[in-house]
């Protein structure tokens, strides 16, 4: 017979997980204001909120934690970082810095100001936070079949190139300080983006003389899609496809918590010597030296080593696997997901879930306060909430898609934790008519909101 699939590592160390009963669940979640962020973590049973810093590091990243050079400056570790940055994505310049949000702060610092628009596919939100906090303005210029969860489209992360020219022709080069290509596009649901729409988007770019870069949080992801959805790459190894995907962009800013498999870490990288200089002074201000950028030294190994084991085909097709695995359980259960299931994370379509609650009351977040009551699971809502207000006008953005985000951490769950999410799922769709009634804020944050809401119900 032919052998099943099986995960290319074995276990070393555990950690328990608690489970608790729906009495507990119901009080904890008033206790958190209906705000999953606001929950202990011995309070969750499964932690689906995010994909970032929770991934297991292997026996050789924890190795590089006691290899790491904590010298102030010129750090070994820092050179064992650049020399893998150099080689793997072929960007001469890098800087660390603690995660990915502070590559944004100080590439932006470096690069955007007042009135400017940074044009893409859609922004994670603190890029975009980070983006209008300059009053500056995102342009999403995603696809539109990205926002339809039914269509099988392989590549729903995708730059529209006519609605990125509109923008390019309607705004002088000046006001256009980058395009951001974020790979994979989290916002549209964990979904790659094509060797050809980056080619292209870069030579729309350089047409126009506008410099583009990538937010490649999950760059490695991506490149697993490239290699098993776009034909001309099926034969490819994915650390040429990743060198290639880099070759297009002018620099990028990276989240290592994700495809680097490190619980911090970030950084830029870039091809020019004179953004990289203007980047350090605001590194120095922000984050620390040039060489370590709020990290220890021995995060920077184990990051070098994450980046390494992070681009192996083998881990890839586990990672990936796992994902679709979950979301294939839940097509089974006639759940609506965003299809097909993306990198990191399942993407629940609370929409079509919760149809009859209405937007006003946050169907996603609605529908992730019941499945932490069903099982003690915790996801993430990305819709209304996370959508935030519009900054001129302050009225709720409604995004089109209101979805629930099981994000999944690196080599951290068993396909088992994935049958039970999936039957917690079930139970709700199941009874999903008796949920009669949503929430409203009570209150929240100027910027970035979600992280902090405080709920009850509507
Ligand atoms: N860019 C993308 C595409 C992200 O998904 C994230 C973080 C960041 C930038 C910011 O990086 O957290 O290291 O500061 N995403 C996490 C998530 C938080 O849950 O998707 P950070």
């Not at 039914?150 to 300080?177: A, C, Q, R, S």
């Not at 089109?400 to 951490?409: G, Q, S, T, V, W």
Request: net charge neutral; aromatic share 10%; with cysteine.
């Amino acid at each position: 017979m032919e052998l099943p699939f099986a995960e290319p590592y074995k276990i070393k160390v555990v950690e328990p997980i608690k489970k608790s009963t729906r009495q507990q669940r119901e009080e904890w979640i008033a206790q958190a204001r209906y705000n999953l962020f606001n929950l202990r973590s011995d309070q969750v049973f499964i932690d689906l909120l995010t994909d970032s810093g929770t991934g297991a590091m292997s026996h050789m990243q924890w190795s590089e934690i006691m290899l790491g050079d904590e010298s102030y400056a010129g750090s070994l570790s820092y050179f064992k970082l650049k020399d893998t940055i150099s080689s793997l994505l072929g960007m001469p310049y890098f800087l660390p810095t603690h995660q990915g949000r502070a590559a944004e702060n100080v590439l932006f610092s470096a690069m955007i100001k007042q009135g400017d628009v940074v044009p893409g596919n859609s922004h994670f939100d603190t890029t975009k936070g980070h983006i209008e906090y300059r009053r500056a303005r995102a342009i999403d210029c995603t696809i539109d079949e990205a926002a339809d969860t039914t269509i099988l489209h392989p590549f729903k992360g995708n730059i529209d190139l006519e609605k990125l020219e509109k923008v390019f022709k309607k705004y002088p080069k000046e006001k256009i300080p980058l395009c951001l290509i974020t790979v994979t596009c989290n916002t549209s649901g964990g979904q790659p983006v094509s060797m050809q729409n980056i080619k292209d988007v870069s030579a729309l770019c350089r047409q126009y003389d506008i410099p583009v870069f990538f937010d490649a949080a999950r760059f490695a992801e991506n490149a697993y899609f490239i290699k098993v959805r776009e034909k001309e790459y099926e034969n490819h190894g994915i650390r040429d496809i990743v060198k290639e995907m880099f070759s297009y962009v002018d620099g990028a800013t990276m989240s290592s918590k994700k495809d680097a498999i490190v619980n911090i870490g970030g950084f830029i990288a870039c091809r020019d010597k004179a953004l990289f200089d203007k980047a350090s002074m605001f590194n120095i201000m922000f984050e620390g030296y040039i060489t370590y950028g709020g990290l220890a030294g021995r995060d920077l190994g184990a990051l070098a080593q994450g980046l390494m084991e992070g681009t192996e085909f083998d881990y890839l097709e586990a990672r990936i696997g796992q994902v679709a695995y979950l979301g294939n359980k839940l097509m089974e259960y006639g759940i609506p997901i965003q299809q097909p299931t993306g990198g990191h994370a399942v993407f629940v379509d609370a929409k079509k879930f919760l149809a009859h609650i209405p937007k006003e009351e946050y169907q996603a977040q609605t529908l992730g306060v019941e499945l932490y009551l069903e099982g003690g699971v915790r996801s993430v809502e990305i819709g209304t909430l996370l959508a935030d207000r519009d900054p001129l006008s302050r009225k709720n953005r409604y995004p089109a898609l209101e979805l629930l985000r099981l994000a999944i951490p690196r080599r951290a769950y068993t396909n088992n934790h994935m049958e039970y999410v999936a039957a917690c799922l079930k139970n709700i769709y199941d009874r999903r008519d008796t949920i009669k009634k949503g929430f409203r804020i009570v209150s929240e944050a100027p910027i970035m909101r979600h992280f902090t809401v405080e709920l009850e119900k509507a």
